[in-house]
């Protein structure tokens, strides 16, 4: 593979507001003058013990620069409205320099390009052809076959993509390209994120599959009819848990507790329990941690900090030292304040999206089916071929 064939090339690598932002900040400056300030800003590391303080640049940059990096880091800091830190500029830097966003002139100093001006007015083809180099356009496709995932479920496909196409071979480095390019894309609103789950948004799956060649993976046909049908099925499940009698919804909680690794789980009697639902023991570490779950079926309702309240105090008459609170409907703020508030005995929540989550992770109130795609494996193949090829002879004339 030719250096220029390498997809994914960008380390730390930027969103794209930031990138259009810093283009015109350093318009008609020099490249040396950039490069300067980035080796003047990486020469204080300062150390575990006393580590330098960036979040304020409006008084870091006149601390700790001087002359004419002082004047470009706020430039940069100022032109960009206050969004990009010039502490944090490196990776956009690489990229403008990787795709010729800005071209030095004969004296040195950064031009736009016809390329840059394209990308600064969203031109479809200029973005298009950046977001197929830098791989955005593989990670939404990957995104596109799965209902709602995790960084750790986009990682694997993302990894393997990299081993093939990028220089980028280490778990360190699969990890930190795919987080970056996913706060690419949440940002420009292709994908939506809730907590630590991502999902494709329809602009995005409109724009994964306008650039795809005709025809190109058809097994995306097959993932997507299957996620479909997990997603219909994620949904019969809740209405199902929806009507359950109360009694029945908290032994399924203890169920799911038990699939956990919690020990001497105990649903409590439907009277007379102190508004606890299951009673179970949980090992941290060296330490046994014995541990109360109210359970709150309805799935209209907000539950209300009240409820944080009456779960907290009922901790010393179950000789517990935390709490968790399980619902199928969602937390109100003033209940999510009340569960960390400083000083008081923590109290988990679980909502209804997060409930679901679990249920299907371990499997209670769901069959998991084994669905086999086989993909011809090419790389191996040619691999083995090789392996079995003699060494070529050097012919030489005369």
């Not at 030719?2 to 960008?10: I, M």
């Not at 420009?188 to 948004?201: D, F, Q, S, W």
């Amino acid at each position: 593979m030719t250096e220029n064939a390498y997809k994914v090339r960008t380390p730390l690598f930027p969103p794209y507001s930031w990138v259009g932002a810093t283009m015109q900040a350093l318009d008609g400056v020099a490249k040396s003058d950039i490069t300067h300030l980035i080796q003047s800003i990486s020469q204080q590391t300062g150390t575990p013990q006393k580590p330098v303080d960036w979040s304020e640049p409006d008084k870091w940059i006149a601390e700790r620069l001087s002359g004419d990096d002082a004047a470009l880091a706020a430039k940069i800091w100022q032109q960009s409205g206050h969004v990009v830190n010039p502490r944090h500029i490196y990776g956009t830097y690489l990229f403008i320099n990787t795709y010729d966003l800005l071209v030095p002139d004969a004296q040195g100093i950064y031009r736009l390009s016809e390329r840059s001006k394209g990308f600064l007015n969203e031109d479809p083809a200029t973005v298009q052809s950046l977001d197929e180099a830098e791989g955005l356009l593989k990670l939404l496709s990957i995104l596109a076959t799965k209902t709602q995932a995790k960084r750790g479920d986009l990682l694997p496909e993302w990894a393997e993509y990299l081993q093939e196409h990028s220089k980028f071979t280490t778990p360190g480095t699969f990890k930190d390209t795919l987080s970056r390019r996913l706060a690419n894309l949440v940002e420009r609103g292709l994908v939506a994120r809730e907590g630590n789950r991502y999902t494709i948004t329809e602009t995005g799956l409109q724009y994964a599959e306008k650039s795809l060649p005709e025809g190109e993976d058809p097994k995306r046909t097959v993932l997507r009819v299957v996620n479909e049908h997990n997603a219909r099925q994620r949904e019969a499940l809740r209405e199902l848990l929806a009507v359950m009698p109360p009694y029945h919804f908290e032994h399924l909680i203890g169920d799911l507790m038990e699939a956990m690794g919690y020990e001497d789980v105990i649903v409590t009697k439907q009277s007379g329990d102190k508004g606890v639902d299951v009673v179970a023991t949980v090992q941290f570490g060296i330490t046994t941690v014995r541990e109360v779950v109210q359970v709150k079926r309805h799935s209209k309702a907000s539950i209300p900090r009240q409820t944080i309240d009456q779960l907290r105090g009922s901790l010393p008459y179950h000789q517990a030292i935390r709490g968790t609170l399980i619902t199928l409907g969602k937390i109100s703020k003033g209940a999510t304040e009340a569960a960390l508030f400083p000083g008081a005995a923590p109290i988990t929540l679980i909502d209804g999206e997060r409930l679901l989550d679990l249920l299907i992770e371990h499997g209670i109130g769901i069959k998991k089916r084994l669905v086999e795609l086989w993909e011809v494996d090419a790389a191996a193949l040619e691999k083995e071929i090789e392996a079995e090829m003699p060494d070529k002879e050097v012919v030489t004339d005369g």
